[in-house]
């Protein structure tokens, strides 16, 4: 794995930005593999100040997200879906033909999930997949003890992550208990990955990632097996890895 240690969580930003714009400079048809959550924010934002300044054009690309609630319709304001709108689909003009995002409300979650891998794989797969981490080193919704072999399946959440993302809602009740997630399988069949992590929280998930076992036990340790995987991470977050 690559590794590029910023300065702060800005400089992370920026870094990603440019690997995202070059990923779909590279492309006539880029695939994107996109996450949500509070680290990819800042890239979000640099993406749409790019695109304002004519320097990226999404006309294009196609996107996936990593993972959805079960049981929240795309307009619920908890939603993956609604986030990925309003922090980055609309700005830069993303139709919604364009942006997939797991379907968590359809009734038919075994069902929903044959289908999300399998437009995964009729757009010829991934190009390049943005990944924050867990600090029990989930990706996407894969909790530790998720099988290497797993595909886009749905989780019970654990404990750890329901409180880590009750600050969304107003209470952790409201925090569904579900999810449907792309399986580390699916998220290893990207071409290119960038990881991302900012802040001491994280620190020693980085450090594990880094120096630990890979084993299902830490479910991001399976990046340690892809070949084109870049660490992009502030200060704090290397904090505990040793150079
Ligand atoms: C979100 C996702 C999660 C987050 C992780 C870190 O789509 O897949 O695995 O990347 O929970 O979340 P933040 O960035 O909020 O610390």
């Known amino acids: 794995m690559k590794r590029i ?6 400089e992370m930003s920026k870094r990603a930005c440019r690997k995202v ?14 996450a949500t959550g ?41 939603s993956y879906h609604y986030y990925m709108n309003e922090k980055f689909f609309k700005h830069v003009g993303l139709p919604t033909s364009q942006t997939n995002v797991p379907k968590g409300n359809t009734g038919d979650n075994k069902r929903a999930c044959e289908d999300y891998e399998a437009l995964i794989r009729d757009a010829g797969y991934v190009d390049l997949q ?9 990706i996407a919704f894969n909790e530790p003890g998720t099988p290497f072999e797993s595909r886009t399946q749905v989780v019970d959440l654990t404990e750890s992550t329901k409180n880590a993302n009750a600050r969304f809602f ?33 620190a020693d998930a980085m450090a594990k990632l880094i120096h630990g076992d890979v084993s299902e036990a830490f479910p991001a340790s399976i990046l340690r097996n892809h070949p084109n995987v870049t ?7 290397l904090s505990k890895v040793r150079d």
Do not use: W
């Not at 800042?42 to 006309?59: M, N, Q």
């Not at 943005?130 to 989930?138: K, M, Q, R, S």
């Not at 209470?171 to 991302?196: F, H, N, Q, R, Y």
């Open 5 to 10: 240690k910023t300065k702060d969580y800005v």
């Open 231 to 237: 660490i992009i991470a502030d200060e704090d977050a």
């Open 21 to 34: 714009i070059e990923a779909i400079e590279r492309s006539d048809q880029p695939v994107l593999g996109l």
């Open 130 to 138: 943005i990944l924050g981490i867990g600090e029990n080193g989930h």
């Open 38 to 78: 509070s680290t990819p924010e800042g890239l979000y934002d640099c993406l749409i100040e790019a695109y304002k300044k004519g320097h990226v054009h999404f006309g294009n690309v196609t996107t996936f997200n990593l993972d959805e609630y079960i049981g929240l319709s795309p307009d619920d304001e908890n």
């Open 170 to 202: 107003d209470s952790i009740e409201d925090v569904p208990t579900k999810a449907i997630t792309m399986g580390l399988k699916s998220i290893m069949e990207s071409k290119e990955i960038v990881l991302l992590a900012s802040g001491v929280k994280k």
